[in-house]
């Protein structure tokens, strides 16, 4: 891949996108390729790159069905390319042929530097007036465009260095800053759709200790005017844009105010927020859907916030050095993917992973025994990983999940291990987040969970299952976190040391269905649990996988098993361990009836409750949580009725 990638976001832009394209194409620093994405465009935009891209093999384009906004026609890029550096270019702007070197060089001049941006000025004249030199971060928590509207022989002499952020029409950014600033796995955050997104990327550098360098030798035409506070222009703009301005900037603020600045930045803030409020009620009040939609997301606005003031205590770090594969490479991750007789979904599940970073390895480890198709999938998909960075394994005949999960703990080499089945998947972005918290967390942590998102057979979310703050919990309180919650771990969203998994055993085969909540339990009995408030896996829920053969007096029988081997680690009292044993089995068995009911099969939901009556659940507590939902159940099964069609509960 180049050292540059230019993306490109376009949107009916027929009109300019000719002479940004020949901008773009002239330039002296000729080591880039030039995506382009294209948001539905209904005028002649597309056939106009199309004619490009057919005579340039460095331009590709990309078309999207819906319009996704500037943030996600850009993540789009960001997320399936791995250049060192990537270039955001307006379709509106015209660059000078030598933009694209300087910038380069302006970055390469020091590691700390994130963001260089040029200067733009509005037209091609002798004296033209400045677009922008940068941004300056407000006291309010707002941004404005340096020297905006100003003559440039009225801004004075103009010198590099550092300013407190980059607009979004021209900045170079480098590689290392995206990963570092991916929430979620966005380095945009696709909330913001098209306004102030630029202003969320610069405070989120400045708070996580990046530099944004001004390079006045960086020079386009953007031709530009921002008039914030013209009336009559804003009321020629759309309702949606109007609400967008409203939303983005309580958005800003929730996520990026740091806890030792609340009170002098809101003191700011708030008279001008309370007038935009005022003028909203009295006439526009269209926009006052801007504030249901940041209601409507706070839960997912504040989790944001969390891992934003998390990620900004660590401050900046310098990089560092990476191996490379030999015969004694260690990597930082090893990646393992059970498979078996699934190609379709190996395909995806490998392709989410994109572009393997330096310190990843991945092992494919193959049970199929009928035919070599999921070998076929993998040497396909993994055509332009490097060679050196990851193999393939065909099992023998007989083999198990179990077995295949212990033979891929045998062939990793990793400090730590991800396993990741053929029917789950990684999310954009999922590898830096996990990369950079392992990172930090080297030497100190064993054992990581992330969060899912939990899907259906059709990659629709159910729901999202995440950690609702970043901490350490002790070996006591994780050990009774996986004893009273049965989903408490889904395997994609877990991430353990090499020697932890060494030391403490493999998963037990004896264990059968529940080897891997038995392997959890142990492992958080012996090192605790670090969690992480991000969503980096796809955890999928097939229809019928969990059918009646789970639900039986022999699995219960290994379940309780596991209660007595964490009854001699002698961490929870009696107590303890009766209560977490009353929520766990009520939880088991209530999801057991509730897949049943749902599926109509009345006989096989009561065979399901009928365990509560096996002697050793008989004595056990009844949790207040899950006393209506039993009483429902049984009273369904009497009455011979199934489940209507509700949201899932389990």
């Given at each position: 891949m180049a050292t540059v990638i230019l993306s490109l976001v376009t949107w009916n832009n027929a009109d300019t996108i000719e002479a940004c394209l020949r901008s773009v194409l002239a330039q002296t620093y000729q080591d880039f390729e030039f995506w382009i994405v294209d948001n539905a465009s209904a005028d002649a935009t597309n056939a106009k790159v199309a004619a490009l891209a057919?005579?340039?093999?460095?331009?590709?384009?990309?078309?999207?069905?819906?319009?996704?906004?500037?943030?996600?026609?850009?993540?789009?890029?960001?997320?399936?390319?791995?250049?060192?550096?990537?270039?955001?270019?307006?379709?509106?702007?015209?660059l000078a042929p030598d933009y694209l070197a300087r910038a380069v060089a302006a970055m390469q001049a020091d590691a700390r530097i994130g963001t260089v941006c040029g200067l733009l000025v509005q037209?091609?004249?002798?004296?033209?007036?400045?677009?922008?030199?940068?941004?300056?971060?407000?006291?309010?928590?707002?941004?404005?465009?340096?020297?905006?509207?100003?003559?440039?022989?009225?801004?004075?002499?103009?010198?590099?260095?550092?300013?407190?952020?980059?607009?979004?029409?021209?900045?170079?950014?480098?590689?290392?800053?995206?990963?570092?600033?991916?929430?979620?796995?966005?380095?945009?955050?696709?909330?913001?759709?098209?306004?102030?997104?630029?202003?969320?990327?610069?405070?989120?550098?400045?708070?996580?200790?990046?530099?944004?360098?001004?390079?006045?030798?960086?020079?386009?035409?953007h031709p530009r005017y921002f008039r914030p506070s013209d009336l009559k222009l804003r009321r020629r703009l759309s309702a949606a844009m109007k609400q967008e301005a409203v939303k983005n900037q309580l958005l800003l603020l929730i996520k990026n105010l740091e806890p030792g600045r609340v009170v002098p930045v809101l003191l700011r803030a708030l008279p001008r927020?309370?007038?935009?409020?005022?003028?909203?009620?009295?006439?526009?009040?269209?926009?006052?859907?801007?504030?249901?939609?940041?209601?409507?997301?706070?839960?997912?606005?504040?989790?944001?916030?969390?891992?934003v003031q998390q990620r900004a205590r660590q401050r900046w770090s310098p990089p560092e050095p990476v191996a490379r594969p030999g015969a004694d490479w260690q990597p930082l991750l090893s990646i393992c993917v059970p498979t078996y007789h699934r190609p379709e979904m190996l395909a995806r599940t490998l392709r989410s992973?994109?572009?393997?970073?330096?310190?990843?390895?991945?092992?494919?480890?193959?049970?199929?025994?009928?035919?070599?198709?999921?070998?076929?999938?993998?040497?396909?998909?993994?055509?332009?990983?490097?060679a050196g960075q990851w193999r393939y394994f065909r099992n023998g005949p007989g083999g198990t999940v179990t077995s295949n999960w212990n033979h891929c703990l045998r062939r990793a080499r990793g400090h730590f291990v991800h396993m990741l089945h053929d029917d789950d998947y990684l999310l954009p972005g999922a590898l830096t987040t996990m990369l950079r918290t392992l990172r930090a967390v080297r030497g100190q942590y064993e054992t990581i969970l992330f969060g899912v998102s939990v899907v259906d057979g059709q990659a629709r979310e159910i729901r999202r299952q995440q950690p609702r703050a970043a901490g350490y919990l002790p070996p006591a309180v994780a050990l009774e976190q996986v004893l009273t919650d049965s989903s408490f771990v889904r395997i994609p969203a877990i991430v353990v040391s090499r020697a932890a998994y060494q030391a403490d055993g493999e998963p037990d085969p004896t264990q059968l269905n529940t080897d891997d909540t038995d392997l959890w339990a142990r492992l958080f009995a012996r090192y605790g649990l670090y969690r992480v408030p991000e969503c980096v896996a796809a955890y999928t829920v097939h229809a019928g996988?969990?059918?009646?053969?789970?639900?039986?007096?022999?699995?219960?029988?290994?379940?309780?098993?596991?209660?007595?081997?964490?009854?001699?680690?002698?961490?929870?009292?009696?107590?303890?361990?009766?209560?977490?044993?009353?929520?766990?089995?009520?939880?088991?068995?209530?999801?057991?009836?509730?897949?049943?009911?749902?599926?109509?099969?009345?006989?096989?939901?009561?065979q399901v409750l009928d365990l509560f009556a096996v002697p050793a659940l008989r004595e056990l507590p009844v949790p207040v949580r899950w006393l209506p939902v039993r009483l429902a159940f049984e009273l369904l099964t009497r009455l011979g009725l199934g489940l209507p069609l509700l949201g899932k509960m389990f």
């Open positions: 057919a005579t340039d093999a460095r331009v590709r384009l990309y078309p999207q069905s819906t319009n996704t906004g500037f943030c996600g026609g850009h993540n789009y890029t960001l997320d399936r390319s791995r250049s060192e550096y990537v270039l955001l270019v307006n379709p509106d702007v015209d037209s091609a004249e002798a004296d033209p007036c400045v677009d922008s030199a940068g941004m300056t971060a407000l006291p309010d928590g707002r941004f404005q465009l340096r020297l905006h509207g100003q003559r440039l022989s009225d801004a004075g002499p103009l010198t590099a260095g550092e300013v407190d952020g980059a607009d979004g029409a021209l900045p170079l950014y480098r590689r290392r800053f995206i990963d570092d600033l991916r929430v979620d796995g966005q380095f945009f955050d696709e909330r913001f759709f098209a306004h102030k997104e630029d202003w969320d990327v610069a405070w989120r550098g400045r708070l996580y200790g990046w530099r944004t360098v001004f390079e006045p030798a960086c020079r386009a035409v927020q309370l007038a935009i409020l005022a003028y909203s009620l009295v006439l526009e009040r269209q926009s006052l859907q801007g504030y249901a939609s940041v209601w409507r997301q706070r839960r997912a606005i504040w989790q944001s916030r969390r891992v992973l994109g572009p393997l970073p330096a310190d990843v390895e991945l092992i494919v480890s193959d049970n199929s025994t009928a035919n070599d198709f999921s070998e076929q999938m993998t040497r396909y998909a993994l055509a332009a990983q490097p996988a969990l059918t009646t053969g789970v639900f039986n007096e022999r699995i219960i029988g290994l379940l309780l098993r596991i209660f007595h081997k964490a009854n001699q680690t002698q961490l929870l009292s009696e107590t303890r361990l009766r209560r977490a044993q009353g929520l766990f089995f009520h939880q088991f068995i209530l999801a057991g009836a509730y897949r049943s009911l749902r599926r109509r099969d009345v006989p096989a939901a009561r």
